[in-house]
């Protein structure tokens, strides 16, 4: 459940398709210069190109068949860049200076920002390297401060992509007030942890809670007095939980607990002390709040909409009960 919380805020996987882009502009680049390198006969250096190719077809290709994984691309084109750009600038002197310039911003859109850093600094010193015996000692220092600035402002612009994909993929399954899941992210969580169950047999269970009378406090003291009992209300369920339990803010006054590794017995202990607390807790001043909750454990069979209508069911008999009270 854990490793299901952080796939879920993690930003969706731009690089792939970058790296499709990149592929494709590579073929459409490289299939020309291996050609004149062989007409040259530059033979090693026409192989690399057609290995670049190659790579680059076979990652489309896995695409195609809906199992794109970078692994493919991403492992063999790094030591092959290096050795393509030392080549290049061995055969063809200061011209060979303009593919690594592409060829270093291509890493970070390829690899992840940690090894595309690893791999950037061996292209540096290895080319770096090579152009100290084909180019004057001037131009070699203007290289290396221009393809410092380019992995500079590489690294940076590609590090402020991931935090806002990461941050917009936290707004789109977060609830602004509460910052706990909202109802988006809650198909997919109950869908994960019934498959879990089947797999694992690990016990889990549902807790549906409902603020009692909460319209009340929105006639009665105002919109504002009410988003403070919803905060409030979180941050004490999220002290109640463990981290690798799910909460989520299903409706106004509506939350739900998805908790992990426990049956409906140690669910319902739960649920009860969390219902104390809140009996006992001072939300406003001169008004006592309270909360009805439904506890319902994991079923058997594989539809997971049913067992979420099971624990709406068990938190209306709660609510029908009187309130303030706990049903399983």
């Known amino acids: 459940m854990e490793a299901f919380k952080k796939n879920a805020i993690q930003p969706p996987d731009y690089l792939e ?8 502009v590579t073929i459409l680049l490289v299939i020309p210069f291996a050609v004149y390198s062989y007409l040259g006969e530059r033979y090693l250096l026409g192989f690399a190109c057609l290995f670049f190719i190659g790579i680059c077809s076979i990652y489309l290709w896995t695409c195609k068949q809906g199992q794109c994984n970078r692994a493919y691309i991403a492992y063999p084109v790094t030591p092959l860049m290096i050795v393509s750009m030392s080549l290049i600038l061995h055969k063809l002197g200061v011209i060979g200076v303009y593919w690594s310039l592409p060829a270093s911003i291509a890493l970070y859109f390829v690899l ?14 290895v080319v770096t390297t090579v152009a100290w015996t084909v180019m004057d000692a001037h131009l070699v220092a203007r290289y290396i401060a221009v393809l410092i600035g380019v992995n500079i402002f590489s690294a940076i612009s590609v590090n402020v992509i991931n935090k806002q994909q990461v941050l917009l993929k936290e707004k789109a399954v977060s609830d602004p007030l509460t910052k706990l899941y909202n109802r988006s992210l809650l198909q997919k969580a109950l869908e994960h942890a019934k498959h879990q169950h089947n797999r694992t047999g690990v016990a889990m269970s549902l807790i549906t809670m409902d603020l009692d009378h909460f319209k009340s406090i929105n006639d009665d003291l105002g919109h504002d007095a009410g988003d403070r009992v919803l905060k409030s209300f979180s941050k004490l369920v999220k002290k109640s939980f463990r981290g690798t339990d799910m909460i989520f803010r299903t409706g106004g ?3 739900l607990a998805l908790v992990y590794n426990a049956d409906e017995n140690k669910a319902f ?24 909750i439904g506890v319902a454990g994991i079923p058997t069979g594989p539809d997971w909409d049913q067992w979420l209508i099971h624990c709406d069911q068990k938190l209306y008999q709660a609510k029908n009960a009187g309130r303030n009270c706990v049903i399983s």
């Open 17 to 24: 398709r970058t790296t499709k882009g990149i592929s494709i």
């Open 112 to 125: 992840s920002a940690k090894w595309a850093l690893i791999s950037n600094l061996f292209l540096i010193s």
């Open 253 to 255: 006054e509506e939350f």
């Open 269 to 292: 202990n739960i649920a009860e002390k969390v219902r104390h607390e809140v009996e006992q807790q001072e939300f406003l001043p001169d008004r006592k709040v309270t909360v009805s």
